[in-house]
């Protein structure tokens, strides 16, 4: 569903990624993992498009998506759910959800908002809620199905457990298996290791903008050194 190739990217004249090469088959979850500053979040956002990469190539569903506008990169089919969240609190969820919804889409073929209630029922039971009202998980519960309104076939997920009571985590856990089950591809940026053993089917580990490890969490296990060397304090 996903590679990218060889891709250096910059923030000004930052050198961050430095050529990181990774990929993401259909209904596949990865775990990106790493120490603050690793280049995490600009890994998922040049492969959204929102950092345009110097060097290297990004595909997407077999298309070159290398520095496409975000857009065009959603209506491919690429979700990307940032760690901001960025709602608008000013809306209800249920309005929420509908401006996510992508133009032309039949619910009876993808997902709909009574599908999403069903998914993440403390959303259903705030439907009407504004928001800005919203607990913090809540609100990550709502960017997550806002994007998937728009019917992706891959999710680029930032950071879903950061600051979110256990309870939410569980529950966070338990609908990304439901959308793995569904066939949705995950590239899952993430520090808290216990959530993405959980859900992860590969591991991608990143030190100052490089790739130090691409491999099953059975490797982390029998070499143990491996996450002192690069995730230790």
């Known amino acids: 569903m996903l590679e990218l190739d060889a891709i250096d990217s910059f923030y000004g004249e930052a050198h961050i990624l430095r050529s990181v090469t990774l990929s993401v088959a259909r209904g596949e979850v990865v775990a990106l993992v790493g120490r603050n500053g690793a280049g ?25 998506i290398t520095g496409l506008a975000p857009w065009r990169a959603a209506r491919l089919g690429l979700g990307y759910v940032p760690e901001e969240r960025r709602i608008f609190k000013d809306l209800t969820v249920a309005e929420n959800l509908e401006v996510g919804r992508k133009a032309g889409a039949d619910d009876a073929e993808g997902w709909s908002a009574e599908r999403l209630y069903a998914l993440f029922p403390n959303l259903a039971e705030r439907r009407g809620q504004k928001g800005g009202r919203l607990s913090g998980g809540e609100q990550q519960m709502l960017t997550l199905a806002r ?6 076939s891959m999710l680029l997920l930032d950071e879903p457990s950061e600051g979110i009571a256990p309870v939410i985590v569980e529950a966070m ?5 439901t959308l793995k089950r569904a066939g949705l591809a995950v590239l899952l940026s993430e520090q808290n290791l216990g959530f993405a053993r959980t859900i992860a089917d590969r591991v991608v580990l990143l030190e100052t903008g490089t790739v130090r490890f691409d ?12 996450l002192s060397r690069y995730l230790a304090v």
């Open 173 to 177: 856990a338990e609908a990304l298996l």
């Open 147 to 152: 994007t998937l309104m728009g019917n992706p």
């Open 40 to 64: 995490k979040t600009t890994t998922l956002k040049t492969a959204m498009g929102l950092v345009r990469p110097r060097k290297g190539r990004v595909t997407f569903a077999g298309h070159d």
């Open 215 to 226: 491999g099953d969490f059975a490797a982390i296990d029998a070499d143990p050194a491996i």
